[in-house]
């Protein structure tokens, strides 16, 4: 069984910072891409960022030069590093993995971006 334990969620004024963090444990097998999508109440998840094994990024253009990708292939984690957060940014956060045994989601955690 797949696990996906992330945190790092929280609420936080524009322009802020917060850092999630997803750990993947249990019978992954090896992972090809990890990374995070967002779903804003009313609108279709999204991504925002991922990254394949061999550090290869990709973001979503609203999170471009905000936000920053890194992940730790001995600890099967994947960290988001979010910058200049804005109230559009504001929605649950999931992390995601493809891995050679199929693809997986976590829960989500709600990033909140108000003052």
């Known amino acids: 069984q797949v696990q996906l334990v992330e945190s790092g969620g929280g609420l936080v004024q524009p322009g802020g910072s917060l850092r999630l963090s997803c750990a993947a444990s249990?019978?992954?097998?090896?992972?090809?891409?990890m990374g995070w999508y967002r779903q804003a109440p009313g609108k279709e998840r999204e991504l925002v960022a991922a990254i394949t094994s061999d550090g290869n990024r990709n973001y979503g253009d609203s999170v471009k030069g905000r936000f920053t990708l890194s992940r730790d292939n001995a600890k099967n984690t994947v960290y988001l590093q979010m910058n200049s957060l804005k109230p559009e940014d504001t929605a649950v956060y999931y992390c995601h993995i493809f891995t050679i045994l199929g693809a997986y989601w976590g829960r989500g955690t709600q990033v909140t971006v108000s003052s």
């Open positions: 249990g019978s992954i097998g090896s992972i090809y891409n």
